[in-house]
């Protein structure tokens, strides 16, 4: 056992992963690395729900292990991927007033935008008033490239590796998230306390 | 950071506060994940199997997934008084006529059934297990999982008692199963321990087979009795079914078990036969919520997360009490049945277990 645990610890997830679809029991070792990461990602944006979520995060990352692109390392950006896909549809679930989706044509030919700027009143009340008030009117899909940044440290190309989409939309969904985010906060009259004078200025 | 990443600091700022994980939500999901992991490697023909949810307040998932998965099987071993020959014979059932028959000379058999009116305990039952003759030198498997859906499945387990370990769906498909080569499936450490353990105390028994059974972290002051009690419940039951047949480590796994708590041993029949029903009853109460008491002593922010958690796992559905009972053979400890009731799992599993010799199914 000992030497298993050795092994593991320079494996990197792709050659884990890899591993599994042989030896399924393999992928524990990708759980215990990236486990308290995700687990903290879905419990920030979904509360106590975020368990479960994280949870099953790693049942759909199990199940779709077959898919994973071996030339990525580290599987935390695709974990924290299908943590978002999962986080969203809860949210979407939850919040029993959310305006009928309307899917808009092609944009630029590189993206499919979902028309749903305004935050959700569950994920308003899980993000509490001002942190929903700062993130209002930004598309979820750019709230959530925003937020695996932010929350996770993710840079732009993982990013991209987690929510499949090139490197150029994320660069344009986070620079559009912010813009928007900073002139939330300066209507928001968010001051020296919660932010850094040169934002305002 | 640059100025310009304000923006950015800020929303990091913001991160709703999250405590990391606790131990007893990490094992349970691990453990959940793994018995999926399990089920992959077994449960190929039925794809749409919904995966049994674990409980939250015990890793009666871990059993409850792997009992699927790997689901033992129990044979009564028939007995004649006196006889220098031992006889397996699977009960009656739908693999009653795949039995495999071993016979072995100069061995004897235990042929007095506890007294009714004798207290039962796992420890003296471990001491009569001690007493049987050791048979073949594999253990066959066959289970009939069945679940409150309706849906149920059979899977064909054979462990050598060398560590490899074979599956098929039925036990028709062993002997390709044998010719694919044996599969992962790693019961030795526990096996093992438990074979070392069949003469010691009840807890230095325990100590010693959480030693090898259990990541570090269960091992540790921060795991709870609670906490080891479940890794030792699942992984002793596996390994009893892995393991029947072999008087040590069956000896062993049962003072083990002896030392978990919430288990109670009580005397009954099944089938017309003698039996053990091992039940645990899992408390109300879920081990990783916080107590009132923790929540008196906690302040300020702490406290509000307390009370918070404490919400949380009060509206939990998954929290309440639970029974398993697992039934065994009084004489042999073999497995017969393992039951589940709690509403969400319900899941009941008989087992056929015998000795056989792996020559049997072209396996040297």
Not at chain 1, 25 to 48: K, L
Not at chain 1, 171 to 189: D, K, T
Not at chain 2, 101 to 116: E, L, R, V, W
Not at chain 2, 236 to 255: H, W
Request: glycine share 6%; with cysteine; proline share 5%.
């Amino acid at each position: 056992m000992s030497f298993d645990t050795q092994r593991t610890l320079v494996d990197s997830d792709a050659v884990l992963i890899a591993r599994s679809l042989a030896t399924p029991q393999a992928f524990g070792e990708v759980f215990d690395r990236h486990w308290p990461s995700v687990y903290r990602y879905c419990r920030s944006r979904a509360g106590a729900d975020g368990e479960d979520l994280a949870a099953e995060t790693f049942r759909l990352a199990f199940d779709l292990r077959g898919t994973y692109e071996s030339e990525r390392v580290d599987a935390r950006p695709w974990l924290l991927g299908l943590a978002t896909n999962l986080i969203r549809n809860h949210l979407r679930r939850c919040d029993r007033g959310a305006r009928a989706v309307a899917r808009m044509p092609e944009q630029d030919g590189s993206e499919n935008l979902m028309e749903e700027t305004a935050i959700g009143r569950a994920e308003a009340a899980l993000l509490g008033p001002m942190l929903a008030q700062a993130l209002d009117g930004i598309p979820s899909s750019d709230r959530d490239a925003l937020l695996l940044m932010a929350w996770n440290g993710l840079r732009y190309e993982e990013v991209a590796e987690a929510l499949d989409i090139p490197l150029g939309t994320v660069r344009s969904r986070i620079s559009r998230a912010r813009l928007r985010l900073r002139a939330r906060l300066m209507e928001l009259g968010v001051g020296p306390d919660g932010l850094e004078p040169d934002l305002l200025s | 950071m640059t100025d310009s990443n304000n923006d950015i600091k800020w929303l990091e700022a913001q991160q709703p506060p999250v405590a990391p994980p606790d131990s007893e939500t990490t094992m349970r999901t691990r453990s959940a994940l793994l018995a999926r992991a399990e089920q992959s490697r077994h449960l190929a023909a039925l794809p749409d199997l919904a995966m049994v949810t674990p409980r939250r307040h015990r890793l009666a998932g871990f059993l409850k997934g792997r009992r699927v998965l790997v689901a033992a099987a129990a044979a009564a071993l028939l007995v004649v008084a006196g006889a220098t020959t031992a006889v397996l014979e699977m009960p009656g059932g739908a693999h009653s006529g795949q039995t495999a028959q071993i016979a072995q000379s100069g061995q004897s058999a235990p042929t007095t059934a506890f007294s009714q009116a004798q207290p039962v305990t796992l420890v003296a039952l471990a001491s009569r297990v001690l007493a049987a003759p050791t048979q073949g030198n594999a253990t066959l498997v066959l289970h009939t999982n069945a679940f409150p859906s309706g849906k149920s499945f059979t899977g064909a387990d054979l462990y050598l008692d060398d560590g490899r370990y074979y599956y098929a769906a039925e036990q028709s498909g062993l002997r390709d199963a044998g010719k694919a080569g044996p599969q992962d499936y790693d019961l030795k450490p526990a096996i093992d321990a438990a074979a070392s353990a069949a003469h010691a105390q009840p807890q230095e028994a325990r100590t010693a087979f959480l030693k090898a059974i259990a990541p570090l972290w269960y091992q540790g002051a921060t795991a709870t009795q609670a906490t080891q009690d479940n890794i030792i419940w699942c992984t002793a039951l596996d390994a009893l079914g892995a393991a029947y047949g072999r008087p040590e480590v069956m000896a062993g796994i049962l003072n083990v078990l002896s030392t978990v708590a919430d288990v109670k041993v009580e005397s009954g029949s099944y089938n017309g036969q003698s039996v053990l029903n091992i039940v645990l009853t899992t408390p109300a109460h879920p081990s990783f919520a916080p107590t009132q008491e923790a929540i008196a002593k906690a302040t300020g922010e702490l406290r509000a997360k307390l009370e918070a958690e404490a919400a949380i796992a009060a509206k939990d559905p998954n929290v309440g009490a639970d029974v398993e009972t697992v039934t065994a053979d009084d004489q042999t400890a073999a497995l017969l049945l393992y039951k589940d009731q709690a509403s969400d799992a319900g899941v009941t599993v008989t087992y056929h277990v015998s000795r056989v010799s792996a020559a049997d199914y072209g396996i040297r």
